[in-house]
Nanobody, 115 residues
């Protein structure tokens, strides 16, 4: 059974840091591109950061220089280190695994940044 389980969200003050984790199971993790998305209330889901199977990373302009995506294929886990958090980073953060013929989503973890 495929599972993506996010953790690490919570409430933090502006300027603080959080580290999100997404533990994967039920599929061959190393063969999937991994992406973090987020969705704020009343807004569309947006890409935050991605990590391809070839080691290429990509970030939304709004998080460049503050967030870092990494993955550990030995632990079937992808991480999102978030520093210098801003109130506008408040959202539900989702983990996504994708190949051309398959895609999986986690249930999301709430991140709230207070001003």
């Amino acid at each position: 059974q495929v599972q993506l389980v996010e953790s690490g969200g919570g409430l933090v003050q502006a300027g603080g840091s959080l580290r999100l984790s997404c533990a994967a199971s039920g599929f061959t993790f190393s063969t999937y591109a991994m992406t973090w998305y987020r969705q704020a209330p009343g807004k569309e889901r947006e890409l935050v950061a991605s990590y391809s199977t070839g080691g290429i990373t990509n970030y939304a302009d709004s998080v460049k220089g503050r967030f870092t995506i990494s993955r550990d294929n030995s632990k079937n886990t992808v991480y999102l280190q978030m520093n210098s958090l801003k109130p506008e980073d408040t959202a539900v953060y989702y983990c996504n695994a994708r190949r051309p013929i398959a895609e999986y989503w986690g249930q999301g973890t709430q991140v709230t940044v207070s001003s």
